[in-house]
């Protein structure tokens, strides 16, 4: 009877501190809020909504979290945001990716760097692709470097982002592996992938430099050709076809993170917990589905790792950008 008793007593205790763990991931009862640093459609739209749409499935927030769009500057506008006016805010991440690195290494966040945000994690990993009309006249990737070297200043790129962004490096590199000065591109600046895509659809632009997760439902209606995805190997799922620029004998890799960020003087408590409940979606099952279901690939850093791993970024990126011709 003691025996059983006290089998009792310490199942009770178990029980008890896993309901306590499970509350210590749980986001407030206020409303949560994601700030995409661009308009609808493109891959921050798709950073939010992983997130809102994760964390609420999995019942990691109490109440549906809102997503509110910021574009400018390409991520800029948002940054400085967070910075000016809403630096403690605990109900409040912004979505970020490799290209926030880029334009940090850039000092296109006017006077703040890379220091004075608090990063969360990431969630995901995507690849960078180089994307034409269905109908365009290269069916590979050979052709279009064919003509990349033949008249570089007419084919238009565009892509969701200015000279310097991530979206610009794609084509910049592109351009060097087929020995042409990134210099000599035609590039377009748009406001997010969404609207750079709706551009190559409308025929404005001729090549997308854009990412894999945003192509999934064009890909799907035949709208569009993938010559390349810039991943180190095949992606799986709907992106299974698409070959890579380095088997084609291409070295062009590029791949982006999906992550997060809080204002600098949000607590540590409130901060961690942050953390905790997003190391918690990302080991969700669900959670998997919904990474999947976006073309996302996965990728776990946060905390400390995670903030390590975007200073190196912006370091590296400070390399490249000279190396792809940059002046800044």
């Given at each position: ?32 809020e ?85 990063w ?34 007419e ?5 969701g ?26 590039y ?11 551009a ?31 991943s ?65 690939f ?31």
């Open positions: 009877m003691k025996i059983n008793t006290a089998l009792r007593h310490a199942s009770c205790l178990a029980m008890l501190g896993s309901l306590l763990l499970a509350g210590s991931v749980q986001a407030q009862s206020e409303d949560t994601c700030i995409a640093p661009a308009k609808p459609g493109g891959g921050y739209d798709l950073t939010c909504r992983l997130a809102a749409n994760g964390l609420e499935e999995t019942g990691l927030i109490d109440q549906p979290m809102m997503v509110t769009y910021m574009p400018g500057g390409i991520g800029a506008v948002a940054y400085n945001h967070l910075n000016g006016v809403r630096t403690d805010d605990s109900n409040l991440i912004v979505a970020a990716s490799t290209g926030a690195a880029v334009n940090l290494a850039l000092k296109k966040f006017g006077d703040y760097s890379g220091d004075e945000v608090r969360l994690g990431a969630l995901g990993v995507d690849y960078g692709a180089i994307v034409v009309n269905a109908d365009a006249p290269w069916e590979n990737l050979d052709d279009l470097m064919s003509d990349i070297q033949d008249k570089p200043g084919i238009a790129f565009g892509a982002g200015t000279v310097g962004s991530q979206d610009w490096m794609k084509a910049a590199l592109t351009a060097k592996a087929a020995d042409v000065s990134p210099q000599k591109l035609r377009v600046a748009f406001e997010g992938g969404g609207e750079a895509l709706a190559l659809l409308g025929n404005h632009i001729q090549v997308f430099t854009g990412d894999l997760s945003e192509l999934k439902s064009q890909l799907e209606s035949g709208k569009i050709r993938v010559l390349a995805s810039l180190e190997e095949r992606m799986g799922g709907p992106f299974a076809d698409i070959p890579t620029a380095a088997e084609q004998g291409y070295d062009v890799q590029w791949p982006i993170w999906r992550g997060y960020y809080m204002g600098p003087d949000v607590s540590e408590e409130t901060y961690s917990a942050w953390v905790e409940r997003l190391k918690a979606l990302s080991e969700d099952p669900k959670f998997a589905e919904l990474r999947k279901a976006r073309g996302l996965p990728m776990s850093r946060f905390g400390d790792d995670f903030d390590q791993y975007v200073q190196q970024q912006i370091a590296n990126f400070t390399s490249l950008a000279q190396e792809v011709g940059l002046s800044q």
